[in-house]
């Protein structure tokens, strides 16, 4: 082969081998409805969007891209060479609200026990119907009670949520004791739990509104002021 077609040749490899890499490697604006939306890149914490960053799909790689946000159902998205992302170099998302979050809250009574140290000056003999009331105001039906030791349990609420996959399911209960009877104290606690993809129950460390609510009442009706 002489110098001139060597050259060629040397040449030809060097424009496929610049297109092939420019084909390989990408930036790419992510965009997200909310905005501020927490980014992954193939398990990877690129940041919030709006975000930037370099994909590559040389030898029909494959990226995942999840972008997710409290109160909002993650969304992942999988891009080849061949995806209509690829072209624009533009990737938009809109989240899906999750009406379980947004009916939920945090608490410090969430699958744990608060105890709350009754005001002296409360006659013993309200103390406990203090406690019944509200928690009756908040579940109309309880599962078991015991005036002699204190013991209060109520049934399980139990609401449905839609989500992309289906639906699921969030339940809470709460329950209450004696903790101690000198100086008189009664602990509770809000078991919160929902469904697994497979149906079966976990734990949830979410609770109602209206539990958060109801714990602030007792703490509201017994403790000293």
């Known amino acids: 082969m002489n110098s001139k077609r060597l050259s060629s040749f040397f040449c030809g490899v060097f424009v496929v081998v610049f297109a092939v890499s420019a084909q390989a490697a990408k930036i790419f604006t992510i965009t997200s409805n909310p905005s501020e939306s927490k ?106 009670i015991d005036n002699t030791s204190g013991y209060i349990r109520s049934i399980y609420e139990v609401k449905t949520y839609k989500s992309p996959q289906g639906s699921y399911q969030i339940r809470t209960r709460l329950l209450g004791s004696i903790a101690s009877k000198s100086p008189l104290t009664f602990k509770f606690r809000v078991e919160a739990e929902q469904t697994s993809a497979s149906g079966q129950w976990i734990p949830l460390q979410r609770v109602f509104k209206e539990d958060a609510q109801l714990m602030e009442e007792l703490h509201g009706r017994l403790s000293q002021k």
């Open 39 to 144: 980014v992954l890149l193939n398990n990877q914490d690129i940041g919030i969007t709006p975000a930037q960053t370099k994909m590559d799909f040389g030898s029909e790689r494959i990226n995942i891209v999840s972008i997710s946000k409290p109160g909002y159902f993650e969304q992942t998205i999988t891009l080849n060479s061949k995806s209509k992302e690829v072209k624009t170099g533009l990737i938009n998302v809109t989240l899906i609200p999750d009406e379980g979050w947004n009916a939920t809250t945090t608490s410090d009574a969430t699958n744990n026990w608060v105890r709350i140290q009754i005001d002296s000056a409360i006659p013993e003999g309200e103390v406990w119907q203090k406690i019944v009331d509200a928690v009756t105001s908040r579940y109309p039906s309880l599962e078991q």
